[in-house]
């Protein structure tokens, strides 16, 4: 497995395990409907879409995004989050990295754990995870466009077909 396909996610690992007790529902969590026709076909656009897309109310609409390789993954991937309630919120597109057929794009934003008291900790996300046993979990926020945490970093491949797809880890 290529280091740069496990990048993808950590994110959603990060929301999951490292922020907190995940149990009940948020109250920030998003109710955006699909972004998968909002891209521009870019590989920021695609991050953008895919993470706003798995920190919604229906994960599973960025299966489109998913290489149709990492589907299988994803499609679990998506169903933990689902049952665990991660919201999200304001996601952007960072720094950009292409080489070859691969990239990584660095997302900036907020994910938040269930029971989240929605406070948003600042700057990147080093020093601001809290503790599994903090009953009063809080969200992660990445401001830094250039952060290597990555939590906050997705993969992506370029198919055959020319497109940009997430790379998830099969």
Known sequence: MRYSSITMSCAVLTALMTIGPISGCASTRS???????????????????????????????????????????????????EQKHVSGRNFAAGATTVTG???????????????????????????????????????????????TNKGFQVALQKSADGKWYIDIPR
């Open 31 to 81: 109710t955006n409907t699909s972004s998968v026709t909002t891209t521009d076909g870019s590989p920021g656009s695609i991050a953008v879409a895919y993470m706003g897309d798995i920190f919604s109310d229906h994960p599973m609409d960025a299966e489109p995004l998913v290489l149709p390789t990492g589907r299988g993954s994803f499609q679990a991937l998506a169903t933990i989050i």
């Open 101 to 147: 057929d691969h990239a990584t794009v660095t997302i900036t934003g907020t994910m938040c754990p269930n029971g989240a008291t929605g406070a948003q900790t600042a700057g990147t996300t080093t020093d601001t995870v809290t503790s599994s046993a903090s009953p009063t979990p809080e969200c992660v926020t990445n401001s830094d466009p250039n952060s």
